[in-house]
Nanobody
Framework: QLHFAESGGGWVQPGGSLRLSCAVS????????IGWFRQAPGKEREGVAC????????HYADFVKDRFTVSMDDAKNTVYLEMNSLQPEDTAVYYC?????????????????????WGQGTQVTVSS
């Protein structure tokens, strides 16, 4: 199964910023949404952001609105997650995955079981 390559994680102090990148296969994501999820130790996996490839639709989890921005560079086949004002509670492994279904827009919720191509993720650690 094809795994996407996430990168850009690391350590940052509270209030800092990171930009995560995800190199995707154009054929694998055409017509599908791309999601960013995260999982902290001892916690369930949770959706962070969604970007549609068929429209300009995007959706964010309430806890990252106005702090995180998802975008896609079609020419580079790369999806980005710009993260600002990071807090310790943002510490987690972040995953870039693709929706199993063809969708025109991002739905208003995140269902991890509807996404596939889960890879190793990239670790983000926010601490002082």
């Amino acid at each position: 199964q094809l795994h996407f390559a996430e990168s850009g994680g690391g350590w940052v102090q509270p209030g800092g910023s990171l930009r995560l990148s995800c190199a995707v296969s154009a054929s694998a994501v055409e017509g599908r949404n791309i999601g960013w999820f995260r999982q902290a130790p001892g916690k369930e996996r949770e959706g962070v952001a969604c970007i549609a490839t068929m429209s300009t639709s995007k959706h964010y989890a309430d806890f990252v609105k106005d702090r995180f921005t998802v975008s896609m560079d079609d020419a580079k086949n790369t999806v980005y997650l710009e993260m600002n004002s990071l807090q310790p509670e943002d510490t987690a492994v972040y995953y870039c995955v693709v929706d199993s279904a063809f969708r025109y827009y991002c739905p208003g919720d995140f269902r991890a079981d509807e996404y596939r191509n889960w890879g190793q993720g990239t670790q983000v650690t926010v601490s002082s």
